[in-house]
């Protein structure tokens, strides 16, 4: 099966836990030897390295804010070299390239419109262990272009994640200030519920001025999730928590 050549895509949006160093740059390098003409956007490069099943949770609330028309190109890859296949996704009018480890399974099943693929071309050179460089930035290249990528359509459960749940309670990510974003996604009536967070019992703010400092409080975030936080101070110090421990149930 080829790409359809009229496929549109301005800006591409590279999602990864690579942090800083080499990877990124090259990637970028790859890209832009491409697709000299399509802006490359870093959107995260800091996931929670190896857990493809905590990035699944969180995609889909980075990309919902985002504009259309855009690919995100996704590598949080730890079975690299190995024998896990390469997906293309287009859900409700964005594209992603990703590993099949459940990376993309959240954006999966929450689209309401959605094609899943395999990906059934591979570059001549490829090493073992960089295929964001050598094979899905290839791939991104020849998608745009609208050339043939080999893809094998796939039905439904037929990508790892697929029978995952749509939410997760445990922590997903870290920001910059100690917050604690959760795949949990907001219950209805939240100023009513409060949040089990390790021995604590959080009730609910819509916002950090809403609390004093120093105060411990749960609300919903700007993409959409539950989120732990602390006004002026660190949820990960206080708790003591690191990405993909457990946080939750809801009561009240």
């Not at 790892?160 to 795949?183: E, K, Q």
């Not at 950090?208 to 110090?237: I, K, M, S």
Request: net charge negative.
């Amino acid at each position: 099966m080829s790409t359809d050549s009229n496929i549109w895509i301005r800006r591409i949006l590279l999602v990864t836990d690579f942090g800083a160093g080499v990877y990124v740059g090259q990637m970028r390098a790859a890209l832009d030897a491409l697709l000299p003409a399509t802006p490359v956007i870093d959107l995260v490069h800091d996931l929670p390295a190896f857990r493809p099943d905590l990035a699944a949770y969180l995609l889909p609330a980075m990309i919902r804010d985002m504009p259309g028309d855009s690919l995100y190109l996704c590598v949080v890859d730890p079975g690299v070299g190995g024998a896990r296949a390469g997906l293309v996704v287009c859900a409700d009018g964005v594209w992603l390239i990703a590993p099949d480890n459940g990376l993309v399974s959240q954006v999966i099943s929450r689209a309401r419109d959605v094609a899943v693929w395999r990906i059934g071309w591979q570059p001549p050179m490829l090493s073992a262990s960089f295929h964001g460089r050598d094979w899905f930035v290839p791939v991104a290249g020849r998608l745009c272009h609208g050339d043939d990528l080999g893809l094998i359509g796939l039905t439904e459960g037929c990508w790892v994640g697929s029978d995952w749940p749509l939410d997760s309670a445990r922590i997903l990510y870290i920001d910059h200030f100690g917050n604690l974003i959760t795949g949990l996604q907001p219950p209805d009536s939240p100023t009513e519920r409060l949040l089990e967070v390790g021995d604590c019992t959080l009730t609910h703010a819509r916002t950090f001025c809403a609390v004093d400092a120093h105060t411990p409080f749960w609300y919903v975030n700007a993409l959409g999730l539950v989120e732990v936080a602390v006004n002026q101070g660190r949820a990960d110090h206080l708790f003591h928590l690191v990405p993909g421990d457990p946080v939750g149930p809801f009561a009240g």
